[in-house]
Structure formats: C-alpha cells, structure tokens
C-alpha cells in the first residue's frame, strides 16, 4: 500500500481499519504493528502513539466491536413490542452483525489475543453487550416465558454458544464463510432459537 497522509488525531482509526482488512482478509495471524503499519500506509513506528503492542491494538479492536453490537442489540431491543419478540430481534442482530462485521466478531470472543484483564475497556465494553442479552432474558422472565432459576445460565448459554461463530468462519478466511454454501442469516436465527428455546422445554 503506498504511504497516505493523515491528521495525527486520525491516525488510531486509520490503524484500526488497516488491522480489521488484514483480519478480514489474512487472518488474525497476520496482525502485527509493523505489518499493520504497512497496511495503513504509515511509517512501522507510528502505531506506538496509540498501541504498546498488539494485543493492545487486538483489545481496541475488540472493544470497537462490542460497543457496535451494543450498540446493534440495544436498538433491538427497544424496537421489539414483547419480550419474545426482543429475544428473536436480539438473535437477528447476533447473526446480522457476525455477517456484516466478520473481522470485528472474529477477535472479539478471542480473549486470549485481547487480553481483556489487561484491557478493562474491552472487558467493559463486552460486559456492556451482554447485559442487553441479560436484561432481555430477565424480562422473558418476568413474563412466565422463562423460569426464573435458569435465566443466568440461559443467558451465558447463549452468549457463548458456538451456533453462530463456527458457521461464519472461525477459522481460515472469513471469505469461505460468505460462499452460497453457507447458511443465511433467517436459518442462523431459527438455529439459534432452536437451540436456545429446547433446554427450556425440558426445564420449564
């Protein structure tokens, strides 16, 4: 990439998106400051201005991402009528968001590479997303469509459950993921429902 200008103030952003193409494109194999520097079109020590290394540059990615699906989700959520329907709207967006940000949603259930313990806006910003889930399950709850014992493990279930991350390339090129082989977002969603609404047959 030949080298661009660019104010100072904008350069966190412009090695932010340099990282989320190499991501994208290459893998999270790929990033590092020196070659996200390249990728930038700016000189290998410029991103020490905002980085210290690279799981701090990783961290602000993640964090970036959780702040959009926060973001996403919350709209959601206000735009839903019932609270079942906010589940569904919520489970929409999930999919929706892994689609359309695929570099963002790769890092950000990475915390070994984010190191959020290191980086509490990432942890924060993850924490923030959540509680949209949290709370929406609460109010599932409140409404008898959930018992009340089971909400918590619900929730993290959910969160953390591989429906979506491997069907949208976990692994290799995110590219591959996007082939007409895929499933698309309405069967993602109905495979997360199903997955999500079957232990709470059994347990309600």
Known sequence: ???TSYHHGALRDTLLAACLRLIETEGI???SLRRVAREAGVNTGAPYHHF???AALLAALS???FQLLGNEVTAARAAADTPLHALTALAETYV???REHPGHFRLMFRPELSQPDKHPDAMDAGDDAFTVLAD???DCVAAGLLPADKADTIAVAWWGSPT???RCGSTGNWKSARSSSAPRPPALVDDILRTFTAPIALIA
């Open 1 to 3: 990439m030949t080298r």
């Open 29 to 31: 194999g790929a990033v």
């Open 52 to 54: 210290v290394d690279r």
């Open 63 to 65: 964090t970036q991402g």
């Open 96 to 98: 929706r968001f892994s």
């Open 136 to 138: 929406t399950v609460a």
């Open 164 to 166: 979506v991350s491997p």
